[in-house]
């Protein structure tokens, strides 16, 4: 049982470069979501999705995107890349009455050069 | 969701009970407070939550004042892998859980 799992964990990119974060995760949960962390603070939500083909914006959507084809999987694609978002993402999922428990991946380290 | 304000740090001593307040005044009666921390850089876990009630698991209890307006964790026995940043959440039957600047708890041998 892997849990949540994020890739890569490091990336550096070049300003307008495009990519995409992948989370998977094997519980069957619904809920599914994305953050980030800049230094010093706590997490802000990008994205989230509670079920297969139904995404939402968090509190800091722009520059994101995101997509649900099935229940596993929950990437979030950077379309331009900016220094600005140059931070540590983490993936999270849980089973999706309310929130409950959320289980998070181990985070990937964006650098936008 | 309620906001939540949590001391910026605080110290403790390994072995003792670190006792983590959160306020929270502003907390409607069908949100539930939630606790998680974050140890280094790692995502964070979760602790506990609870409505009304008193809660305890193998990790914490949380002890919910009766007007709901603050809440206090507590790990009994604090150890240095505790130490770690703690993150106090009000959150109503929604999806958006945000997370503060928390509080840092550093657990001193």
């Known amino acids: 049982n892997a849990g949540v799992t994020q890739t890569p964990k490091f990336q550096v990119l070049k300003t307008g470069q495009s990519m995409t974060l992948q989370c998977a995760q094997d519980m069957n949960h619904e809920y599914m979501s994305w953050y980030r962390q800049d230094p010093g603070m706590g997490l802000r939500l990008i994205h989230y999705s509670v079920g297969a083909g139904i995404t939402d914006q968090g509190e800091v959507p722009n520059g994101y995107n995101v997509s649900r084809s099935t229940t596993e999987d929950f990437p979030l694609r950077l379309l331009s890349a900016a220094p600005s978002q140059t931070s540590v993402y983490f993936c999270?999922?849980?089973w999706g009455q309310g929130i409950g428990e959320l289980f998070f991946g181990e985070g990937s380290r964006l650098t936008v050069l | 969701d309620a906001k939540t304000t949590q001391p910026p740090s605080m110290d403790c001593a390994e072995g003792r009970a670190a006792n983590l307040p959160c306020n929270h005044s502003?907390?409607?009666?069908?949100?539930?407070v939630y606790w998680y921390r974050q140890i280094h850089s790692q995502g964070p876990q979760y602790i506990i939550h609870g409505l009304k009630n008193n809660e305890t698991n193998e990790m914490a209890s949380l002890i919910i004042t009766e007007d709901r307006k603050s809440s206090t964790l507590i790990l009994p026995h604090a150890t240095l892998r505790d130490t770690a940043v703690y993150y106090c959440i009000a959150l109503s039957n929604d999806y958006k859980l945000s997370f503060g600047a928390g509080t840092t708890v550093t657990v001193r041998a």
């Open positions: 502003t907390i409607s009666g069908n949100e539930y």
């Open positions: 999270a999922s849980s």
